[in-house]
């Protein structure tokens, strides 16, 4: 059982920089490929990137690459989103998720556990 809790959303002004937390309990963090996700209102969970078991490997969603990366700190039990370039269309609900079957998953059925959530809205 993993139990994920996000941070570090918040307003910010487009072009502006925020840099999210999942903070995750147990003993086996490393055990879970961990990914990220957003929801806009009226539309489909979506894909942003997910990182390894080891952290070594990371696969951004074309949408967010280059703007966004995926980092994660085992020792703290820690998976972090770097977000910059913020446009408005970034506004949304972003979940942290882990999934014990490893590789890079890219679906939001393959993943066991969920955080409740963090808001990000992107002012213009």
């Known amino acids: 059982q993993v139990q994920l809790v996000e941070s570090g959303g918040g307003l910010v002004q487009a072009g502006g920089s925020l840099r999210l937390s999942c903070a995750a309990s147990?003993?086996?963090?490393?055990?879970?490929?961990m990914g990220w996700f957003r929801q806009a209102p009226g539309k489909e969970r979506e894909f942003l990137a997910v990182i390894m078991r080891s952290g070594r490997v990371t696969r951004h969603a074309d949408s967010v690459k280059g703007r966004f990366a995926i980092s994660r700190d085992n020792a703290k039990n820690t998976v972090y989103l770097q977000m910059n370039s913020l446009k408005p269309e970034d506004t949304a609900v972003y979940y942290c998720?882990?999934?014990?079957?490893?590789?890079?998953?890219?679906?939001?059925?393959?993943?066991?556990?969920w955080g409740q959530g963090t808001q990000v809205t992107v002012s213009s």
């Open positions: 998720a882990a999934d014990s079957e490893g590789g890079l998953p890219t679906t939001s059925y393959t993943y066991e556990y």
């Open positions: 147990g003993r086996t963090f490393s055990s879970y490929a």
